[in-house]
T-cell receptor, first 113, second 114 residues
Framework: DAGVIQSPRHEVTEMGQEVTLRCKPI?????LFWYRQTMMRGLELLIY????????DSGMPEDRFSAKMPNASFSTLKIQPSEPRDSAVYFC???????????FGSGTRLTVV | DQQVKQNSPSLSVQEGRISILNCDYT??????FLWYKKYPAEGPTFLIS?????DKNEDGRFTVFLNKSAKHLSLHIVPSQPGDSAVYFC?????????????FGRGTSLIVHP
């Protein structure tokens, strides 16, 4: 298996633009997580899905953020409109269980200018 | 409010010496603890874990110690190697009554000098 695949690896966008981050989880993993890494807050959970259904989105910072999982092999995290404070590395992870065995993707480094 | 705290953003040690990375937590519901390692341009990978029923878990050069009364854990790397240079994240979660999803700290950047 190729692991968790995220795209793009890097994204530079202007403030106000829409940004879409993509994730392909490991086949057979029922759980998918979106994390954001910043210097100030470390790795923080934004949202997670179980069997394509959002379970907890309490970590999503604002209504500007939305996430979808239309099928078991694909998820998106969208920011609209983007702001400079959204600049961070966004990780997607998948696992067989809710609490163990997370496999992370390589992340998307987002820069909003 | 950070429930998992890694108060040292960085640590520098000499090759062959011991590296000690510290982590504190505030949530009494946490009873399972994990360390992840992250290289640049890669995602975090699981390193070692410990349950609250233990106070020590060892895996090769890596040992995690847990002090429940102090709500403190530490990761010891002996001997440290240049390939250990990475960011180390401490994480904690519960096993009952909720809090199943790990909560991560800010990370500590370890640099091991040859």
């Amino acid at each position: 298996d190729a692991g968790v695949i995220q795209s793009p690896r890097h994204e530079v966008t202007e403030m106000g633009q829409e940004v879409t981050l993509r994730c392909k989880p490991i086949s057979g993993h029922d759980y998918l997580f979106w994390y954001r890494q910043t210097m100030m807050r470390g790795l923080e959970l934004l949202i997670y899905f179980n069997n394509n259904v959002p379970i907890d989105d309490s970590g999503m910072p604002e209504d500007r953020f939305s996430a979808k999982m239309p099928n078991a092999s694909f998820s998106t995290l969208k920011i609209q409109p983007s702001e400079p404070r959204d600049s961070a590395v966004y990780f997607c992870a998948s696992s067989l269980t809710e609490n163990y065995g997370y496999t992370f993707g390589s992340g998307t480094r987002l820069t909003v200018v | 409010d950070q429930q998992v705290k890694q108060n040292s953003p960085s640590l520098s040690v000499q090759e062959g010496r011991i590296s000690i990375l510290n982590c504190d937590y505030t949530n009494s519901m946490f009873d399972y603890f994990l360390w992840y390692k992250k290289y640049p341009a890669e995602g975090p990978t699981f390193l070692i874990s410990i349950s609250s029923i233990k106070d020590k878990n060892e895996d090769g050069r890596f040992t995690v110690f847990l002090n429940k009364s102090a709500k403190h854990l530490s990761l010891h790397i002996v001997p440290s190697q240049p390939g250990d240079s990475a960011v180390y994240f401490c994480a904690a979660r519960g096993t009952s009554g909720g809090s199943y999803i790990p909560t991560f700290g800010r990370g500590t950047s370890l640099i091991v000098h040859p």
